[in-house]
């Protein structure tokens, strides 16, 4: 099991790390895995002026699966568009053809009380989102700035989705409702973009192979009300990249602890990039104080879709379980009557669990 | 002042009905109304087999002012996309040029227990959201579904805007938030398409004239997230189309009490059309429980932004609170122990209030 370790910027160094241990100590227990490092995002182009650097992709391309921190710091936000972090993100996801991030927002019973929603609104709240991540308005041509036929300065991209593309997001979305509860909700804006409508008519025809999965659709501007209003309605939601960025970020937010977040952006055959939902937090980096769980449970993420290894996935999950009901807390889920541990002691904890 | 009412579908007529009597006690106190009907969306398809008759478009045009109540059904949900009740909603807004969509998201004291969120991240919430309602990928083209270069069908649709799209909604945006407590945050995705970078450009060219504005900017996904984790951290938000759409939708549900939030949709010389945020609600139809405030609401922003007459504005929001502070309640905001009253019977209260 050979796995690029791609920290990136701020908190990602810090937390990485204490993802790795997790990842050392599985192979202590007999886990054939291989690591190796490179940077990303800025630290990419600290290193050699590029966000991918040639060397990160060539060393994510030839991996099993990626495990990646978090990009971004406010000293890149000046440089020109294709030097900056994000970029780096976005190429990778491309290059390797990570059409299907999995973002779950999952509520531990522990950290009810950080949500800024009523308990009884979201207490045993378990989504999956299923967002397409390599098509869509982000990868969409034509795109830029310029002059238009009327003489004017526009800017304009192009939200773009083929059938294939939606098919396969499709299946990979009616696969995880099998497993779950069976039912899968597909957000569009069918009423006003054709792109999305087209979505709909490809999720219906995909839906004949699933007759087991009940499917529904519901307008984006509806989907991020119902968020609010009654979250536990979801069990699986797919959506395109755009709709996804938004409601994602919006539902793991319902949780109030975006710190326990993982997500997993897979290929067609289960290769995997690995990371937290949240930033890369520039303003804690280097101060031991971030929440290394989301990491971790990124491990656990591609321990099941990358290797299959269900067993071991839960092994990192029910450990980072016990360290919640223990009491152990970073700074940004602490509270009162709890132990507060910096990012390495979580990362003791979390080894002392398993 | 003449007034262009178009009712449309489901509760449409019955919630318009209370707004219109609003309207008429005004106008026997001395204001200048002229009120005049006609079909828009499912009921213009009916009248004459278009979402929006020559003859409703005319009345608007006419019109200083257009009330309208909601569209939409499932009866219509078959209908081809040119004839469906949104066509005759996104075309009025086109035909009349009204691209300044003014949606508050007001926590009305009373009904604090109404929002899923706790009290104290909701109580005293007063965004107002500027969305810029006739361009981006609303109206964009090219679009459509159709045969690719490759020979796979795909659907797209273009965002677009130009510079002179955002610096109007810019003005407006600034001068809304001059008005209130000068904070306006645009929202945007500068880090992915070019159109939002060049929103975000033009934005910080028009802040230059407004000093005394504090122009922030956000990416969608993160505003997403913030209005679920602190909301009352916004004053007034400015964004294109679609992502207003969304945040609107998401803001408004913040206040556990949608049938209570108005919306204008104004040009440049500040018509406007006014109408509820919630939708025409066909499952209750016709059964004079609908809340009728909205529209009411609607009503008072017509008054402030079209006719420019603020203490008729202010007399119907107070009648309104007035009867919130009595304790009369339609069905989707009643509580234990106040006077649960039908669509005409919140009308008769609010009518004596005034
Ligand atoms: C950093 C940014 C390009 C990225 C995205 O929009 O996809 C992020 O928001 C995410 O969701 O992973
Ligand atoms: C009905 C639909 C076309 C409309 C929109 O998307 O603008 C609605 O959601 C709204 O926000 O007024």
């Given amino acids: 099991m050979k796995i690029a370790v791609l920290p990136g910027d701020g908190i990602g160094p810090e937390i990485v790390a204490q993802a790795v241990r997790v990842l050392e100590r599985l192979r202590a227990d007999g886990l054939a895995i291989e690591m190796e490092h490179a940077p990303i995002g800025g630290a990419g182009y600290d290193a050699s002026g590029d966000p991918l650097p040639d060397a990160t992709l060539a060393l994510a391309q030839a991996a099993d699966a990626v495990l990646l921190g978090a990009v971004g710091g406010p000293q890149y936000d000046t440089l020109d568009r294709p030097l900056r972090p994000e970029r780096g993100l976005l190429r990778i996801r491309k290059a390797l053809n990570l059409f299907a991030?999995?973002?779950?927002?999952?509520?531990?019973?522990?950290?009810?009380?950080?949500?800024?929603?009523?308990?009884?609104?979201?207490?045993?709240?378990?989504i999956m989102i299923v967002r397409e991540l390599t098509g869509d308005i982000y990868f969409g041509q034509p795109r830029g700035i310029h002059v238009n036929e009327q003489g004017e300065r526009e800017g304009f991209n192009t939200m773009r989705y083929s059938e294939s593309e939606i098919r396969r997001i499709?299946?990979?979305?009616?696969?995880?409702?099998?497993?779950?509860?069976?039912?899968?909700?597909?957000v569009d804006k069918a009423n006003v973009l054709e792109c999305t409508e087209f979505w709909k008519e490809i999720m219906i025809d995909v839906a004949k192979a699933y007759p087991d999965v009940e499917l529904s659709h519901m307008y984006v501007d509806n989907a991020a009300m119902q968020l609010v209003r009654a979250p536990k309605q979801f069990d699986v939601i797919v959506?395109?990249?755009?709709?996804?960025?938004?409601?994602?970020?919006?539902?793991?937010?319902?949780t109030g602890s975006i710190g326990m977040l993982p997500s997993a952006s897979l290929d067609q055959a289960n290769k995997g990039l690995y990371e937290p939902c949240h930033g890369s937090?520039?303003?804690?980096?280097?101060?031991?104080?971030?929440?290394?769980?989301?990491?971790?449970?990124?491990?656990?993420?591609?321990?099941?879709?990358?290797?299959?290894?269900?067993?071991?996935?839960?092994r990192?999950?029910?450990?980072?379980?016990?360290?919640?009901?223990?009491?152990?807390?970073?700074?940004?889920?602490?509270?009162?009557?709890?132990e507060k541990v910096s990012t390495s002691g979580m990362g003791d904890a979390v080894l002392a669990a398993m």
Avoid: W
Wanted: with cysteine.
């Fill in 101 to 126: 991030n999995l973002r779950p927002a999952l509520l531990y019973p522990e950290l009810a009380g950080a949500s800024t929603l009523k308990p009884e609104v979201v207490s045993g709240l378990d």
């Fill in 281 to 314: 937090a520039p303003d804690i980096a280097g101060r031991n104080i971030a929440n290394p769980l989301a990491t971790i449970l990124s491990v656990a993420m591609m321990l099941r879709y990358t290797f299959g290894l269900e067993d071991a996935a839960l």
């Fill in 316 to 338: 990192v999950e029910h450990a980072v379980k016990r360290v919640l009901a223990q009491g152990y807390r970073t700074a940004d889920i602490a509270e009162a009557g709890m």
């Fill in 239 to 254: 959506t395109g990249n755009i709709f996804g960025d938004i409601l994602s970020d919006e539902a793991s937010m319902l």
């Fill in 170 to 186: 499709g299946h990979v979305a009616f696969q995880i409702a099998q497993k779950r509860n069976k039912k899968l909700c597909s």
